[in-house]
T-cell receptor, first 116, second 115 residues
Framework: AQSVTQLDSQVPVFEEAPVELRCNYS??????LFWYVQYPNQGLQLLLK??????LVKGINGFEAEFNKSQTSFHLRKPSVHISDTAEYFC??????????????FGKGTLLTVNP | DGGITQSPKYLFRKEGQNVTLSCEQN?????MYWYRQDPGQGLRLIYY???????QKGDIAEGYSVSREKKESFPLTVTSAQKNPTAFYLC??????????????FGPGTRLTVT
């Protein structure tokens, strides 16, 4: 079984500042990793995903994440945030093997608040 | 436009009543999922279905039931046995891993309030 820990429940930052949202995972097998964003009262939208290959993954809206296998981490970063980035961000993991195992395990979320 | 629709957006019920939440997708996805979201808890899997006429319990299935009679539809019934039904419910779908896709696509959610 896998688990995901998002180390910060809330991250307040000022507009145009850089931000890092931290995510650690635990799994006994190889994994795929995802970051989703949720705006208030909406569903989740995929920001980026790591399946294989380059450990630096670029996503939408200027976000990127780096997969670190030795530290079992998948931290999300953005060099300069905007007010519109205010949202909740979820890290998720699924097993990369196992045939039809589709299940995603989510972290509890990090609320990013961008202040003017 | 392809996507997932959930209706209604807001739903109010009295305690002791069963209620059914709708989820429809036109993405031709094989797999569908129901999650429950509570503040500070993240998303927890209620049920999932990998193929028509088959579904499996997730982590918090007690008090819920589902059906998968059509590929496009995966309704969730919240029964009176569910002790704390007030929550935000999210439906998702995904295609087969054999097709090379791994992410889930989410609907806009239904906020259920039971009083």
């Amino acid at each position: 079984a896998q688990s995901v820990t998002q180390l910060d429940s809330q991250v307040p930052v000022f507009e145009e500042a850089p931000v890092e949202l931290r995510c650690n995972y635990s799994s006994s097998v190889s994994v795929y990793l995802f970051w989703y964003v949720q705006y208030p009262n909406q569903g989740l939208q995929l920001l980026l995903k790591y399946l294989s290959g380059s450990t630096l993954v670029k996503g939408i809206n200027g976000f990127e994440a780096e997969f670190n296998k030795s530290q079992t981490s998948f931290h999300l970063r953005k060099p300069s945030v905007h007010i519109s980035d205010t949202a909740e961000y979820f890290c998720a993991v699924s097993e990369s093997s196992g045939g039809s195992n589709y299940k995603l395990t989510f972290g509890k979320g990090t609320l990013l608040t961008v202040n003017p | 436009d392809g996507g997932i629709t959930q209706s209604p957006k807001y739903l109010f019920r009295k305690e002791g009543q069963n209620v059914t939440l709708s989820c429809e997708q036109n993405l031709n996805h094989d797999a569908m999922y129901w999650y429950r979201q509570d503040p500070g808890q993240g998303l927890r899997l209620i049920y999932y279905s990998q193929i028509v006429n088959d579904f499996q319990k997730g982590d918090i299935a007690e008090g819920y039931s589902v059906s998968r009679e059509k590929k496009e539809s995966f309704p969730l019934t919240v029964t009176s046995a569910q002790k704390n039904p007030t929550a935000f419910y999210l439906c998702a779908s995904s295609t087969s891993r054999l097709a090379g896709s791994h992410e889930q696509y989410f609907g806009p959610g239904t906020r259920l309030t039971v009083t």
